[in-house]
């Protein structure tokens, strides 16, 4: 049976999996990554990653179409190479031939977050479409950009940084040096802070109660458990972050115009919160609002799949 093989390569962990030829995962598994490592020891991790999951399903690696590698930092397609990941202490590490080397399989590599924009669009929210932009809002906000078929990545590996646009010239400090980026207000670790912030302010909240009296304790569930329960200060904190996500979203649908924009993250699974007030406000203030072809706002699909998923179809056209 031909089959491919997806790497999701992380710092804290190697998430792997293999998959048909249509990105159905038959089986998933993982190794720590055990930082700080030499790139030898990634590389032999992944390679016995690999051997493992096919003998799991008794089938011959060298059955195997190919090993797709999604990894953080920027990344050179052509050549296989991680330019620069800070968290794995990569520059200019040949990942792909090393792997290459180990297993006797070709090896296709990607950024991370691109990769996972390849497997919702390949098999998830995006398919059957031409275009498609996902934006994931974590820790930061990530994406990917696929126009006709083919991800962007940019001259250098570093393209789709949808995170780091500013909407703030005057704004917040973000950790690529600018002042005021997108992700500064529309990740969820903005949206944590902007419920701190508003905690301070208002003892009686029932956030303070949803954390457990600690305020370090506030995630993006205990925010939306707040919402949900009326809490006026979720409400404020949760409607003037929508109005962050509202602006960012829509600059980016005015300038790629996408079939599809697809919201990733966990965060994205409350579609009647984010995707429904981002949808009414692409349709008052986006540029093409009078065009007859609009995008698609929708919630991703794959979730934690999506990095495995769009490492294993690297290797596949859409
Ligand atoms: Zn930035």
Redesign the pocket.
């Known amino acids: 049976m031909r089959y491919c093989i997806g790497i999701d390569l992380g710092g804290t962990n190697i998430a792997g999996g293999i998959a048909d030829l249509d990105g159905n995962l038959l089986l998933t598994d993982s190794l720590k990554t055990d930082l700080p490592c030499p790139a030898e020891d990634i590389a032999d991790r992944i390679a016995l990653l690999c051997r493992r999951m096919a003998s799991a399903l008794e089938l011959p690696l060298s059955d195997a179409a190919w090993v797709g590698i999604g990894a953080p930092g920027s990344v050179d397609v052509d050549t296989g190479t991680v330019l620069y990941a800070n968290n794995l202490e990569f520059s200019n590490v040949p990942l792909g031939r090393m792997v290459q080397d180990r297993t006797g399989l070709t090896v296709h590599l990607g950024n991370d977050a691109n990769v996972a924009a390849w497997g919702e669009y390949c098999a998830g929210a995006g398919k059957g479409s031409s275009s498609m932009v996902m934006l994931t809002l974590g820790t930061g906000v990530g994406g990917g950009v696929v126009l006709n078929g083919k991800l962007l990545t940019g001259c250098n590996g570093a393209g789709a940084?949808l995170?780091?646009f500013?909407i703030d010239m005057q704004g917040r400090e973000?950790?690529?040096?600018?002042r005021g980026?997108?992700?500064?207000y529309g990740s969820v670790t903005a949206l944590i802070r902007q419920a701190t912030e508003a905690m301070a302010g208002h003892p009686e909240s029932r956030l303070w109660e949803l954390a457990g009296g600690d305020a370090a304790k506030v995630t993006g569930k205990v925010i939306l458990a707040a919402y949900d329960a009326g809490d006026e200060t979720a409400v404020q904190v949760v409607r003037a972050y929508v109005q962050y996500l509202c602006i960012g979203v829509t600059s980016i649908i005015n300038i790629f115009q996408p079939e599809v924009l697809c919201l990733g993250g966990g965060i994205s699974r409350r579609g009647d919160v984010l995707v429904e007030p981002l949808k009414e406000y692409n349709a008052l203030h986006g540029y093409g609002r009078s065009c007859p072809k609009q995008p698609r706002i929708l919630s991703a699909k794959l979730f934690g799949d999506a990095g495995i998923i769009g490492a294993a179809l690297l290797g596949r056209d859409a």
């Open positions: 940084e995170g780091h500013v973000c950790n690529c040096g600018l980026c997108f992700e500064q």
